[in-house]
Structures are given as structure tokens and as C-alpha cells.
């Protein structure tokens, strides 16, 4: 992904140091999905994607 910005590899990745308390802090862009993920026929991988993150960090069934 070219930001033009020779620091940031990622705009979303870089949102990151904006909210130091944030952690653990990822970014996960899914391909073809726009603003409402609800609505696109990939979006059960969006959801997978968000309970791996909540159960990898402590947030799922024990």
C-alpha cells in the first residue's frame, strides 16, 4: 500500500500511535468490503476475523 508518506507502510496501522493505551492494538482490512461490512457477502469473514482477535486476547469462551 503506497501512503505517500515514506514513514507510514499503513494509514490504518499508523492510527495505532495515536492511542497508545489501545492494547493490543491490530489492523485488518478486508478486500472488497466498504464502509458497511454488514451488508457484503464476505463479511462472515470480517466477523471471524474480529472473534479471532477477541478470543486470541482473552475476550472468548473459556
Known amino acids: 500500500m503506497n501512503t505517500g508518506l515514506p514513514d507510514v507502510v499503513s494509514i490504518p496501522a499508523a492510527v495505532g ?7 493490543p492494538f491490530s489492523v485488518f482490512l478486508q478486500s472488497e468490503t466498504e464502509h458497511v461490512v454488514n451488508l457484503h457477502c464476505n463479511s462472515p469473514a470480517v466477523y471471524e476475523e474480529i472473534a479471532g482477535f477477541l478470543i486470541k486476547n482473552g475476550f472468548g469462551p473459556e
Do not use: G
Not at 500511535?17 to 492494547?23: C, D, K, N
Open 17 to 23: 500511535e495515536h492511542f497508545p493505551s489501545a492494547s
